[in-house]
């Protein structure tokens, strides 16, 4: 899902060129194209270095294994930091919204402590500015392709005509239209980080249409 290697590409700019950027490769089908926020990703390491003095310290994961931010007992933040908090978060946001969504669960976790977050949410969303900044030419891959799943097998076979619903039939419009267009597939993951942010979990599903 995620790409690490380096490619030049054409910038497509979406809104302020210094907040919100993506760059797209094209390619032939069933290849990779690209779509990474490098100028979104610069802007705020930039800003966590102004901020902190140092540039952010890299990590392998978004949240650290076993982290309960729900438990955290540390003081309360100022003001001040409470809008640095908000802040980070707001960014992160923008990361998920332009491709980045490994960081999706981890910052659905922390977004829920924005009105009254602690000294340990914010160390926990620079951890996240540190993870972008180690995975920084991590992108999107697209596929225009109708995906190969024959190295999966023959899917099983299910008799769903006596189920729990009882014997219907379906319905079918009559007057539907002719379909138009090439052939597509549908392909849909479905996972949960479960509770892991007590008392909630965070279900998580992606589509991918072709």
Known sequence: MLSE???DTNSKVLGPSRIISVAITSVTPMEPSTQVQRP???SLVESYKRTFGVTPKGFSSPLGKNDHPE???LEELGTGEITLFQSHIGCLQWC?????FDIATAVMAMSRYRVSPR?????QTKQMIGYLRKFKLGSVRVRTGIPDYSYLGKSPEYDWMNSVYGDVLEEVPKDAPAPLGKTVMTTTYVDAN???NLPLDVPSRVLFIS
């Open 40 to 42: 979104t990703l610069t």
């Open 5 to 7: 290697r380096s490619t």
């Open 96 to 100: 998920v919204t332009l491709g980045r």
């Open 194 to 196: 479960l509770y892991h």
């Open 71 to 73: 438990l955290d007992s």
């Open 119 to 123: 000294k340990g949410h914010l160390e």
